[in-house]
């Protein structure tokens, strides 16, 4: 069916999905009060969070719509006809970006509408004019099949094709195995572990036509406190550095796992505020018993890692059926960290790893060795951050957003924002999950030569009916 | 070397990098005379290639120089911060391209300039600002040497440090595979065999840290001519397209190998027409014996598939050394072709295979079972354009140029080119790797959150002292 809806998607103008995004918008906005009751007893998230999700959700396919009725992200580029040139005539040529063609898109366990069923990746694979197919997450099944239904009642009401949209239903690996294995399909968009993510790069690679899976996994988001970071300001760096920590029960991707922080008596008052900070959060239910468990298997593993010492860590209590989990703080020394890249692992949930160092070389030698990350945030004077050239040209090698002085949790949904990173934060760095960015994902250029101008798309038409910025020469 | 010279490289802005690029093209120029000495004898090539091939290579060099003088490439975006938006203020964020990395770039056997050395490959990369690490390719290492000397000497002139470049000389695959996996390497370019491009995928995707593969590999380059075509133009049409096959002895990547042509009288009148223009061409040296008998034996396959028909072979002998291929003209009927998809098989020389077809449902059902592929031509009357709409949909999600009434070799090297296609034509439909748009190959978004403004690459400053188009929120 998304085969089949491919071409007549494909032939659809900017306004008509954008017409398509505003209604599923205005849907699930009116779903708020159900989304509520259903996904708050589904993934035990607190109400607010449902609410905002919701908004963010609805506010993502706004975004999209205002971005292809637009009609700029096309790209359109124009090279008339030279026929008088020597020593041969240049041809008329003419591209932009067109759909891929069918995406399947994969629920995210800790995002169950902003990056599920009509969360970003499908909205940006509708945007570019790609049918989607959606496995959902075990999770929250419930939540999937309440948008599920929104999303088909909007494509009715719109007059789309039923092979628009799809929903898949199971456990284990069968279906996304053969979703990602289907000849139709023709790119791949994915939230979760870094695990799950390499086996479906993996089963992509190795299609007869291999095609590109966009996966984002697994970024411990690390924090540079800057030796200059003046010291009166401990108590508030601390004090936001809990809350991004333990934001959600730590469950986002951008969570902050690893500090690295000037170490003597800076180091040792930081260490012990965070603690005192980190001791008010209660323990909270993840979204299901494997994270759960993965989280408290993840402490065991750091713990007993050699120069790895815990100053916090709080047990939720044996009663397996609440999936509670208690904050954590460990810390350890640079030189140790050095010595061991298992510490550089991340462990999903409101954990977070303290680790000293003595110099800036020191600090230099980590960034280095860091694997690829969605952030990494700098926290110090701006006088200091003139001097660490030399440290930001190596994050910016490492992660898609760098941040000064500000927490890496709360992606904000823009034109400028990269939500993205070298392997393993995802699959391709040249990519973004999250703002308008996204939909470049699943477009394509194409170009047309010699083509007579009533038969060119409107976009690449002489008179430009549309009024795009096109790059003409 | 090219790790170390990585970041020296990202920091350079847009009017330095023109100045290599700029240096590198007067420097191939001057060279100009011992180029053509040197690869007509590596290669076979006439002088008259060699000169044109010259001036492609200098012109792309030139093209990438204008572009990162302009600087808008890096598609700078800024949403400034609002503090007082609510519920929550909104932070500053604001994100550019930024260079990969080190890029790996294998030289392409039938472009010893243009896709070699200091080809659209490495001009692109240099571009981006990614140091370049080419393997030469075993037909022409003089000319390799050459350019190579040439590169060098620009760094010099320029200030770049030297491992900006590197130049990789040896047989077999122990260098290449070394190459892709490196761990300082962050993406390859490579034109050349399917085969060859696919082993390269597979070596990129397994690395502990998975990169991007950009091969050009395979493309039969189809030729659809629409049972409109007027009758008196059988006799041009079967000249520009003997000439388009036999171009290069057959050796581009755009090599029209397929034609679908109306049966009946028609058919029988083009068949006549093609196969006479063929005689008229002579044998020729093709670029080296593995070339040469991989034409030979993918011929000696065509002819003995199940439906078949040997028009005019022409055998250049049998002194294996001088390595010539002769012109090959093979017919089907469309009936037998989608019953055996071996015959989409590209054979890399000047061969045609000439498919007669009885209906417009048969070409509908011929597109949507052809691979991806550089270019798919359509012939005939704009009218019947017009008409074809079905098959022009199909077409355009299988190809990354669709051509109106022209032949496909050829390529101009400009912004609306687009050199790329689904797989096997390349290994990412997402981009091309001519002109201008390849540059987007070797570029990662990086977005800045909170960074002051004298702290902001230039790009991304307030005061725009580039004077680049932005989009800004």
Redesign the interface.
């Known amino acids: 069916m998304a085969e089949a809806a491919?071409?007549e998607l494909?032939?659809l103008s900017g306004s008509e999905k954008g017409a398509f995004l505003r209604t599923l918008s205005q849907a699930l906005e009116e779903a708020l009060e159900e989304l509520v009751t259903l996904m708050t007893a589904e993934t035990a998230l607190p109400e607010t969070r449902v609410r905002a999700e919701t908004a963010r959700s609805c506010g993502q396919l706004r975004m999209f719509a205002d971005l292809v009725e637009g009609g700029d992200w096309v790209d359109a580029?124009?090279?008339r006809a030279r026929p008088d040139r020597q020593p041969?005539p240049?041809?008329d040529?003419?591209?932009m970006l067109?759909p891929?063609?069918p995406v399947a898109v994969f629920c995210a366990g800790n995002f169950p509408l902003a990056f599920s069923v009509a969360g970003g990746d499908s909205a940006a694979a509708w945007a570019a004019g790609c049918p989607v197919v959606v496995k959902a997450h075990s999770s929250h099944p419930g939540t999937a099949l309440l948008v599920g239904r929104k999303v088909v009642e909007s494509l009715k009401e719109c007059g789309w094709p039923e092979g628009s949209f799809s929903l898949l239903f199971g456990r284990g690996k069968l279906i996304g195995q053969s979703l990602v294995s289907h000849p139709a399909i023709?790119a791949v968009a994915f939230t979760g572990s870094r695990q799950a993510g390499r086996s479906i790069?993996?089963l992509a690679?190795k299609r007869p036509?291999?095609?590109?899976v966009f996966a984002e996994m697994s970024s411990v988001n690390p924090i540079f406190v800057l030796s200059g970071i003046n010291s009166t300001k401990i108590e508030a760096f601390a004090e936001g550095l809990s809350t991004s920590a333990t934001l959600g029960v730590g469950q986002f991707c951008t969570n902050p796992g690893i500090v690295f922080h000037p170490g003597g008596q800076w180091g040792e008052e930081f260490i012990s505020h965070y603690s005192g900070k980190m001791a008010k959060v209660a323990p909270a239910p993840m979204l299901n018993r494997g994270i759960c468990e993965s989280y408290e298997k993840g402490l065991d593993f750091l713990a007993n890692l050699q120069g790895v010492e815990v100053v916090r860590r709080v047990f939720a209590g044996t009663d397996q059926d609440c999936c509670k989990a208690g904050v954590c703080v460990l810390k350890a020394k640079a030189k140790d960290f050095l010595d061991n890249s298992s510490m550089m692992e991340e462990v999903f949930g409101p954990a977070t790893l303290l680790v000293s160092y003595e110099s800036f070389d020191q600090l230099i030698s980590i960034a280095a060795r860091m694997?690829?990350q969605l952030t990494s945030s700098i926290f110090g004077e701006?006088d200091d951050?003139?001097k660490c050239d030399?440290l930001?040209?190596?994050l910016?090698?490492k992660?898609?957003?760098?941040?000064?002085?500000?927490f890496p949790t709360?992606v904000?949904v823009?034109?400028?924002?990269?939500h993205?990173g070298?392997?393993?934060a995802t699959?391709?760095?040249?990519?973004?999950s999250v703002g308008t960015?996204a939909i470049?994902?699943f477009?394509?250029?194409?170009?047309?030569?010699?083509?007579?101008e009533?038969?060119l798309p409107h976009e690449l038409k002489d008179a430009n009916p549309l009024s795009l910025r096109r790059?003409e020469?």
């Open positions: 491919r071409f494909a032939a580029r124009i090279d041969l240049k041809p040529l003419r591209s067109r891929i063609g023709k790069m993996e690679a036509e291999p095609i590109p694997e690829g701006e951050l003139e030399s930001l040209r190596i910016e090698g992660a898609g957003r760098l941040i000064f002085n500000q709360g904000e823009c034109d400028s924002v990269v993205g070298p392997f393993p699959s391709d760095s040249r990519s973004t960015g470049l994902r477009a394509r250029p194409v170009c047309y030569q010699g083509f007579p009533k038969t790059k020469n």
